[in-house]
């Protein structure tokens, strides 16, 4: 971790506390005070380490063949904040708008969608910058010379996708059973 800027170790700050405040929020009790705050906090820590991605063009990762990042280069990776910020501010106007069918949906998979790309972040980070992690992948990977495009990466990647896909389909479910009660405690509630 030697040689990284001041908007770098904002950007690794922010997007350690939002793991850990997504984390909390994705396994805990949806729609309560707890979760409005923290959803809160949340949304200001994936704002400080999206933005703060912008900043960051001196990431040596040019013995790497081709280089994502760079100065001057509006890679991939900003192309990655920018998708997160979409869906972020999404996630942010449906949330105050869920007694609506579709943004009681769009509320919980925009948001999962902006977890999903920060701990696909940090696979590709641990790829790059742990280096017995980044020894194995390369050493394992049949003369790849980036981390990111090795085996290893695909395999965890690909173990992220499934989780969130898993987890997305239990939220559309928790979502249609919550609105189902709902409607049914507004019919049993009306005079017959």
């Known amino acids: 971790m030697t040689g990284v800027s001041i908007i770098g170790w904002l950007h690794s700050i922010a997007a350690t506390l939002a793991i850990l405040l997504g984390g909390v929020i994705v396994l805990g009790p949806k729609g309560t005070p707890r979760h409005r705050f923290m959803g809160r906090a949340y949304v200001v820590t994936m704002l400080a380490a999206n933005v703060s991605a912008f900043g960051v063009y001196h990431f040596d990762i040019a013995r790497f063949s081709p280089p994502v990042v760079g100065p001057g280069i509006f890679g991939l990776f900003h192309w990655e904040a920018v998708f ?19 943004f009681a949906y769009l509320h919980p998979v925009s948001m999962l969608v902006t977890y999903y790309m920060l701990i696909g972040g940090l ?53 249609a059973l919550s609105r189902r009660r709902m409607r049914r405690g507004a019919m049993q509630s009306q005079p017959a």
Request: proline share 3%; hydrophobic share 60%.
């Open 123 to 175: 696979v590709n980070e641990v790829l790059v910058r742990v280096s017995v992690v980044r020894d194995f992948a390369l050493a394992h990977a049949h003369g790849a010379r980036n981390p990111a495009q090795t085996p290893l990466a695909g395999m965890l990647q690909g173990s992220v996708m499934l989780a969130f896909i898993v987890l997305l389909i239990v939220f559309i479910v928790q979502v």
């Open 84 to 102: 997160t910020l979409f869906f972020l501010g999404l996630g942010l106007f449906a949330a105050a708008r869920q007694k609506r069918a579709a």
